[in-house]
């Protein structure tokens, strides 16, 4: 199950982050668009790094067990991000606001996913 939502997600986030980039490229050129790329890829990058966390890790019955291995992965997924996220507004100073504003699109593809039949 875990793997049909992660991919969902994914599916979702390349969507938004493709028509962000479309949009950025019109309205202020190729570096904006490149800048919503990696915008786009550092979202997916994150919800991929959750999904081969969880489906790498030992599956075990206790309820306690996997919710500390959902919190260890999502702090992992938050430090890895911020990182990411850093590195990219330094490399696009100027563009920033649109890798910025096309990761915060692509990161709704979470709620999209929820309200979604994910049994």
């Known amino acids: 199950m875990l793997k049909r939502v ?3 997600v994914l599916k979702i986030q390349m969507l938004i982050g493709g028509l962000s980039i479309v949009a950025w490229w019109l309205i202020s050129g190729a570096s904006a668009g490149l800048a919503a790329l990696v915008g786009l890829g550092i979202s997916a990058a ?3 790094y959750v999904a081969l966390r969880w489906s790498l890790s030992d ?3 206790e309820p306690r067990a996997l919710l500390g291995g959902f919190y260890r992965a999502q702090m992992m997924k938050l430090l890895l ?3 990411c996220i850093f590195i990219g507004v330094y ?3 100027e563009q920033a606001f649109a890798l910025v504003s096309t990761l915060a699109l692509t990161l709704s593809a979470y709620g999209f996913a ?3 039949d994910i049994d």
């Open 46 to 48: 994150m919800t991929a």
């Open 91 to 93: 490399v696009f100073r």
């Open 81 to 83: 991000g911020t990182g």
């Open 114 to 116: 929820l309200l979604s």
């Open 59 to 61: 599956t075990e019955d």
């Open 6 to 8: 992660a991919l969902q």
